[in-house]
């Protein structure tokens, strides 16, 4: 604010932006798959499990996190159906115990 | 000046009111039971989210809990309910206290989706255990308490009580560890790191004892409500039992150690009339009623008392 920036406004338009791909995201997925009123739910946690591969705020790290998290599903599916349920999550946590920000992680911004 | 602090006195005329209520009202003691269990896991998380951490797994320590009953029960044929109890907490804090050593060098998303990701593994191992009952899970043999049937049909006020003084005791030990400085860190950690540093102390240790203190109430929650259901089923780790876990803390507000019990009541009564009178759009009741608890009181429900207070004085 101090530096004449409208938050508000700003935190409106990201949230408009990211709403607005999701959209699109759904738009792209649904010739693939059967559209149910709970699909959203699924995707949820998807996302955030993309996200936090790929390191927060990083485009390249976004795009390699979904990379990484659909080939080892469908690799899960194929080759080892005993632990595709959690494949995913297993990715995740080992991504998370070595690289704790992510893999493209930014610097980081420290509050003092 | 020091606010006078009732909170003592709210627990204690809320224990005899709740086992009064019980007494009159025998067809609503599954509910209220349950609603004590869940109390137990939110008030763990409340501890956590005080300091500034979501975790979206603690269906992993309410999950570990329920298996533990279960599996005393149906192998080892052990049935009394204050073992099976013990049980619960002790493998919830044994577990968290393991896992605290990696969880306390996370913080925000990352810490949320590694609690998330570890209750999920947990979610995939039991489904694929055909010895535990892979998705169906288990049926938890009614306890005993010193021989004498607890729980069930008939003796379901017993295990009702029992609930409500263990979530009177761990509301009291909770309040009175707020108000410790360990307890007074929480919300100096979520404000500012690494001023707590500057200041001696180890915000990583800080972390640990809090993660393991609600691992232990998650599992002696999952426990009760094993108890209570008589069944078991991998759901209990899933992410939805962790995010309604969440759902209820929003709703209740940190506020104080009395919120979480509140909000789990007003969340199980919110869904069952939901489920009872529209079946079919039950999400829809559940989710505009916190669309409408956010919008209105964003501190959560326990932020109506405080308002009412303010008023009262002025």
Not at chain 1, 71 to 95: K, N, T, W
Not at chain 2, 197 to 220: D, F, N, P
Request: net charge positive; hydrophobic share 55%; glycine share 12%.
């Amino acid at each position: 604010m101090a530096m004449g920036i409208n938050v508000s406004r700003f935190y409106l338009v990201t949230f408009t932006i990211g709403t607005m791909l999701a959209a699109v995201g759904g738009a792209l997925t649904a010739p693939t798959v059967s559209v149910v009123p709970g699909m959203g739910v699924q995707v949820i946690v998807l996302a955030f499990a993309v996200v936090v591969v790929g390191g927060l705020g990083s485009l390249p790290g976004a795009a390699l996190g979904a990379l990484i998290v659909g080939l080892v599903r469908s690799a899960a599916v194929h080759y080892l159906p005993q632990v595709e349920l959690f494949s995913i999550y297993g990715v995740m946590a080992l991504v998370l115990i070595f690289r704790p920000k992510g893999l493209f992680a930014g610097p980081e911004v420290r509050k003092i | 000046m020091k606010r006078a602090d009732h909170t003592l006195l709210v627990l204690v005329a809320a224990l005899l009111a709740l086992l009064v209520i019980g007494l009159l009202l025998p067809k609503w003691l599954f509910l209220f039971t349950l609603s004590l269990g869940k109390g137990l896991v939110v008030l763990g998380l409340m501890l956590l989210l005080r300091t500034g951490l979501v975790s979206f797994g603690q269906g992993l320590f309410y999950c570990l809990g329920a298996y533990a009953v279960g599996s005393l029960g149906q192998f080892f044929g052990i049935k009394d309910v204050l073992l099976m109890l013990l049980t619960g907490v002790v493998i919830g804090s044994v577990i968290a206290f393991l896992l605290g050593f990696l969880m306390a060098k996370y913080r925000d998303i990352f810490f949320a989706m590694l609690s998330l990701a570890f209750s999920m593994i947990l979610y995939g191992l039991l489904v694929r255990t055909a010895a535990l009952g892979s998705t169906d899970g288990f049926n938890v043999a009614p306890p005993t308490l010193f021989r004498r049937p607890i729980g069930g049909e008939q003796h379901q006020f017993a295990l009702f009580a029992l609930a409500c003084v263990l979530a009177f005791v761990a509301a009291l030990v909770m309040h009175a560890y707020f108000e410790t400085p360990l307890g007074r860190l929480s919300p100096a950690i979520r404000d500012n790191e690494i001023r707590v540093e500057y200041m001696g102390a180890s915000v990583r240790q800080a972390i640990h004892v809090k993660y393991v203190i609600a691992g232990a109430l998650a599992g002696l929650g999952g426990a009760l409500t094993a108890m209570t259901v008589g069944h078991i089923d991998p759901d209990l780790a899933y992410w939805t039992t962790s995010g309604e876990f969440i759902f209820v803390a929003i709703l209740s507000g940190t506020g104080s150690v009395i919120a979480p019990f509140l909000g789990a009541f007003v969340f199980e009564i919110i869904r069952t009339y939901a489920y009872q009178y529209s079946p079919n759009t039950w999400q829809l009741v559940v989710g505009s009623a916190l669309l409408i608890v956010i919008v209105f009181l964003p501190a959560g429900l326990w932020s109506v008392f405080g308002h009412l207070r303010r008023r009262g004085s002025s």
